[in-house]
């Protein structure tokens, strides 16, 4: 039996932090969390004890829009306390398998393959040849391959019309057959034409926010109505519109969008589109990138203590990880130390001072 204790961390508490804290962590669960000094029973000799100096001991950072191609991007994430990330397509499938596999990095939760349209964007990706789906009767057997494959969730990419997406009836026929499978679908839509498309198709979440546009509180209060999520990757839409601008697409129109979801009372949840990949046109940092985002989520309007909600228990509850996204006992022992209080100051989460998963130091 191994047993950690972390001693003197505060941890999360409403919008706020707990009083200084122990925190103790058998065989990679944690077992107790309760306020004030290990009790003298609680510390044998044995015992690995990490001093926690004030610090605050946070539930391991969830990253929900990644692209995962090596053991290195893991281990990158892993580093900056990112211990989950949501790989929103990468293949060949059995480097997805092989990444899903590994141990003592972050997990990966990945839709595999994804849904494109003929002759969008992605389409000049390099994605295997089944990412196309043409024909609303070949919708089943594509929903089908994934989950052979194993995929956790089902990704689309959606466009403007007239601009090489997939067509509205197919978006509807991949929401139908996943959700007989009784997986989520997200959506990517960087453009409000496209967002309202995968709304009409009733897709479970909208990745990305429109630059061209921002989304208004009608669209914004009927993706509450519609119980629809969002994870808009502020982080990419920032640096597209920097490196790469399109007149009339612009930075501000991406964060008006994350305002108008957030004062509606959508759940955000934060995904940067960290990608080092050849063939992608552009590349983000893994695990530094998500605590920009949380910075930029909080430039949205979101408080510190939502922008960290929206790293850790609403994406593990939208996509059912009942045993991660807080310190709690009987949860997974994925955890982030850092100096200073992120509820006040949320680019304290950079100050990262040590990190587990399953309870082992990385
Ligand atoms: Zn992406």
Do not use: C
Not at 23 to 35: A, M, N, S
Not at 86 to 108: K, N, V, Y
């Amino acid at each position: 039996m191994t047993t950690t204790v972390f001693t003197d961390v505060h941890v999360l508490k409403g919008d706020g932090l707990s009083s200084p804290s122990t925190v103790i962590v058998t065989d990679g669960t944690i077992v107790t969390v309760h306020q004030g000094a290990p009790t003298a029973a609680e510390v044998s000799d044995t015992t690995d004890v990490i001093a926690g100096d004030g610090g605050t001991l946070l539930p391991g950072l969830i990253d929900a829009h990644v692209h995962i191609n090596t053991r290195k991007d893991l281990d990158a994430l892993a580093a900056h306390g990112v211990t989950t990330a949501f790989d929103m397509a990468s293949w060949p499938i059995a480097l997805t398998a092989t990444m899903r596999a590994e141990q003592g990095t972050a997990s990966t939760i990945s839709a595999g393959v994804p849904f494109i349209g003929a002759n969008g964007p992605h389409s000049h990706f390099g994605m295997p040849g089944d990412a196309i789906v043409t024909d609303p009767a070949g919708v089943a057997a594509g929903v089908a391959q994934r989950v052979a494959d194993g995929s956790d969730f089902i990704k689309i990419v959606t466009e403007a019309p007239g601009r090489g997406g997939p067509e509205p009836e197919i978006i509807a026929a991949v929401v139908e057959a996943a959700h007989a499978a009784r997986l989520q679908v997200v959506a990517h839509a960087s453009h409000l034409a496209a967002f309202i498309m995968s709304l009409d198709a009733g897709v479970d979440v909208i990745t990305h926010v429109p630059t061209e546009a921002a989304i208004d509180q009608a669209v914004a209060r009927r993706m509450v109505d519609e119980g629809r999520l969002a994870i808009p990757t502020l982080t990419v839409s920032q640096l597209l519109t920097s490196k790469r601008p399109v007149p009339g697409q612009t930075y501000e129109n991406a964060l008006a969008s994350v305002a108008a979801m957030h004062q509606a009372g959508v759940p955000i949840m934060a995904g940067t589109d960290s990608v080092n990949q050849p063939g992608v046109p552009f590349s983000i940092p893994l695990g530094t990138a998500l605590h920009g985002e949380l910075e930029l989520l909080v430039d949205a309007g979101l408080s510190p203590a939502e922008a960290l909600r929206a790293a850790t228990s609403t994406p593990a509850q939208a996509f059912g990880l009942d045993d991660r996204g807080a310190v709690r006992e009987g949860l997974r022992a994925d955890l982030l130390l850092i100096q200073g209080d992120p509820t006040s100051q949320i680019g304290a989460t950079r100050n990262v001072r040590g990190v587990w998963i399953a309870g082992r130091r990385v």
